[in-house]
């Protein structure tokens, strides 16, 4: 049918609907998504409720209203149809906007994903985006926050950034005004809120010797080797969003070198910057990548609905209640990284895991698993399992490997869902980052069986 048809018949489905209900999921690009696919129904005048889950699952289903509105599944839908046809969902109720794997079901909902389109780098935001400027060209406002999703789900090139679709909606977005691109800008996460030599030593990618996880290092080389003032914001710390071109030219000038010097490449070292015009400065609304982890905070501390409204403008009580969860989530992820560093993984042939039982929240674990990765074997994919609080029941599964690896032809979709099936539960996702829930009674053997599928992908 082709994507533009698939957008098209999608965006005329909902301008007919008499109300809607959009099911979005609770990580930074879901939540996206709801933001901009909301925003953009309820300007045509339709009425528009919203739910967040966690993942499409059994358990899950019960929060989707047994209503006459037009249920929107965005950011998931496309691998759990078998549970809409179970819950009796006929074609005409239904519309998937997705960027995950499709399943193949009988009943053939309305969709639009670009993922057999080749567009593995558009995420769902990007598409519910695409669709919201169908249904009106005045949303190109909204560009913005696709960009946090389409950021937050990892979706932005080392070097060039977002491409292919999503590179059309960062243009939209500075055609409009509120996000402007920095190119060939430092490789580095913090840009607006954390202290400079904190951003650099905080950054491992690359592992800059002397600079990584050594704040006082990076300290001496800005301010002795570089020559730059760290301290000017009224007695603060500047940031790199502070910083004039040429100051960033010495710096990741100087870094190179280091790098050089180690032996070490150098072609990890930039990345291209979405900073936010229109949000205050030293906030982490301010850029793409810090306005996604808040948005992920919201959401894995269960207050996704927080997160959209910050994304609908917010700026008063809601606001202030997710910088208190960011503050956490930081905390969190710090503890669940050392944790994992601590304890160590086991080690079989394809694959790497460990079990934090109930120590970690089920909603982190999988960016604790990304996180982690970059610590460890990076060659073997990590898999993390987790008890859920509130099914004893179930185990939550999160896997994680780079591109490197997808490259080299490792599918974790593919192994993650096979053997979840195998096990009596289910799983899904993208080749590079998947996810799935299992019984109990099927842990023993678990990570052995994913381990000889992934053995089998290598081979
Ligand atoms: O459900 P969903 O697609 O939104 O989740 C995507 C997950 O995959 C996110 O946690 C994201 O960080 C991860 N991911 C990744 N590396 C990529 C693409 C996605 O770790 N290149
Ligand atoms: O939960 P986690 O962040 O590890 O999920 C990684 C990816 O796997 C996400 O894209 C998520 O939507 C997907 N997933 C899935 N089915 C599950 C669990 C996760 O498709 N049961």
């Known amino acids: 049918m082709g994507f533009a048809n698939e957008v098209s018949e999608v965006s005329e489905k909902i301008k007919d609907a008499e109300s809607v209900t959009v099911i979005s999921h609770i990580d930074a690009d879901g939540i996206a998504s709801e933001a901009v696919l909301r925003q953009a129904i309820a300007r045509c005048g339709i009425d528009v409720t919203s739910v967040f889950v966690r993942q499409l699952e059994p358990i899950t289903m019960k929060y989707i209203p047994d209503n006459s509105s037009l249920k929107v599944f965005i950011d998931l839908g496309a691998g759990q149809?078998?549970?809409?046809?179970?819950?009796?969902?006929r074609e005409n109720e239904v519309v998937i906007i997705d960027h995950h794997v499709s399943q193949d079901v009988d009943t053939p909902y309305l969709q639009v994903n670009g993922l057999p389109y080749g567009y593995e780098k558009l995420s769902a935001a990007g598409t519910g985006y695409l669709v919201s400027k169908q249904i009106d060209d005045y949303n190109t406002d909204l560009a913005k926050i696709a960009v946090v999703g389409n950021v937050g789900d990892m979706m932005a090139r080392e070097h060039c950034g977002l491409v292919g679709p999503a590179r059309g909606i960062v243009e939209d977005g500075v055609e409009c005004g509120n996000i402007e691109i920095v190119t060939d800008d430092l490789n580095c996460y913090g840009i607006s809120t954390r202290p400079l030599h904190y951003c650099l030593s905080f950054s491992d990618d690359p592992f800059v010797p002397g600079i990584t996880n050594n704040p006082s290092g990076a300290q001496d080389l800005i301010e002795n080797d570089a020559g730059i003032d760290l301290k000017k914001r009224n007695g603060k710390w500047r940031v790199w969003e502070d910083l004039s071109p040429e100051e960033k030219r010495t710096l990741i000038g100087i870094l190179a070198l280091r790098l050089h010097s180690a032996g070490e490449p150098t072609k990890r070292l930039k990345a291209e910057h979405y900073i936010f015009p229109d949000e205050m400065k030293y906030t982490p609304l301010r850029n793409a990548s810090e306005y996604a982890t808040m948005l992920n905070a919201c959401g894995r501390w269960v207050k996704p609905k927080i997160g959209s409204s910050v994304c609908c403008g917010d700026r008063g009580e809601g606001y202030r209640e997710a910088e208190v969860m960011l503050r956490h989530h930081r905390t969190v992820i710090r503890e669940m990284m050392e944790y994992i560093l601590e304890t160590?993984?086991?080690?079989?042939?394809a694959l790497q895991y460990l079990h934090v039982g109930d120590r970690f929240p089920?909603?982190?674990?999988?960016?604790?698993?990304?996180?982690a990765l970059s610590k460890l074997n990076w060659k073997?994919?990590?898999?993390?399992?987790?008890?859920?609080?509130?099914?004893?029941?179930?185990?939550k599964v999160s896997m994680r490997t780079n591109e490197?690896?997808?490259?080299?032809?490792?599918d974790l979709q593919a192994a993650l869902m096979k053997a979840a099936e195998a096990a009596g539960g289910g799983g899904g996702g993208h080749k590079i980052a998947a996810g799935a829930y299992i019984p109990r009674s099927a842990e023993e053997g678990f990570a052995e069986s994913v381990n000889r599928i992934l053995e089998k992908q290598s081979s």
């Open 362 to 371: 089920d909603t982190i674990v999988g960016i604790g698993a990304g996180m």
């Open 344 to 349: 160590g993984v086991t080690e079989l042939s």
């Open 81 to 89: 149809q078998n549970l809409l046809e179970e819950r009796g969902l």
């Open 380 to 395: 073997l994919p990590i898999m993390i399992l987790c008890y859920l609080p509130d099914d004893p029941e179930l185990i």
């Open 404 to 410: 490197r690896m997808v490259q080299a032809g490792m």
